[in-house]
């Protein structure tokens, strides 16, 4: 039997967002501690020790969204900010034994316009673009709404 592969405990946050600071929200599948279905920027975890930062982004905003983050007019940007928080006890089992909290990098996306996505479904169920703070607003975690409310602080003009 293989041993299980544990989820490494860095991950990416990437606030995909327009010039005119339209964000997009994807809805998580029912995966949620209080097992509601919710708003959230695209997150995921490193595949690997070996890659970096930068990889995991745009890998991640490429399975959740389909949206490349090298195509033309799009601009991914390394916040150089980290939030350390504890894993909800849920999703401990995903860690390794011990594992209790996740180091999370910002990123932002920025893209010509809101365009449409295409999601995974095995994660995710719905999108939209919102306005910053409405999009703030509506996400389940307080990290990731805390990143949107940053977001200004990162646009290119």
Same mark, same amino acid.
């Given at each position: 039997?293989?041993?299980? *592969?544990?989820?490494?405990?860095?991950?990416? @946050?990437?606030?995909?967002?327009?010039?005119?600071?339209?964000?997009?929200?994807?809805?998580?599948?029912?995966?949620?501690?209080?097992?509601?279905?919710?708003?959230?920027?695209?997150?995921?975890?490193?595949?690997?020790?070996?890659?970096?930062?930068?990889?995991? *982004?745009?890998?991640?905003?490429?399975?959740?969204?389909?949206?490349?983050?090298?195509?033309?007019?799009?601009? @991914?940007?390394?916040?150089?900010?980290?939030?350390?928080?504890?894993?909800?006890?849920?999703?401990?089992?995903?860690?390794?034994?011990?594992?209790?909290?996740?180091?999370?990098? #910002?990123?932002? #996306?920025?893209?010509?316009? *809101?365009?449409?996505?295409?999601?995974?479904?095995?994660?995710?169920?719905?999108?939209?673009?919102?306005?910053?703070?409405?999009?703030?607003?509506?996400?389940?975690?307080?990290?990731?709404?805390? *990143?949107? #409310? @940053?977001?200004?602080?990162?646009?290119?003009?």
């Amino acid at each position: 039997m293989a041993p299980q *592969a544990f989820k490494i405990p860095q991950s990416v @946050l990437v606030v995909i967002h327009t010039p005119a600071l339209q964000v997009l929200l994807i809805r998580r599948t029912v995966d949620a501690p209080d097992g509601q279905a919710f708003w959230q920027s695209v997150t995921g975890s490193k595949d690997s020790a070996q890659e970096n930062w930068h990889e995991t *982004a745009v890998r991640e905003v490429l399975e959740e969204t389909g949206l490349r983050a090298d195509a033309p007019g799009c601009m @991914l940007r390394d916040w150089g900010l980290e939030n350390r928080y504890d894993i909800y006890p849920e999703w401990l089992h995903r860690y390794a034994p011990g594992v209790r909290r996740n180091t999370e990098r #910002l990123f932002g #996306l920025q893209v010509p316009a *809101a365009v449409p996505v295409v999601l995974s479904p095995r994660e995710h169920t719905a999108w939209a673009w919102w306005p910053w703070r409405e999009a703030a607003d509506r996400c389940f975690s307080p990290s990731n709404a805390e *990143a949107i #409310l @940053l977001l200004p602080q990162f646009v290119s003009s």
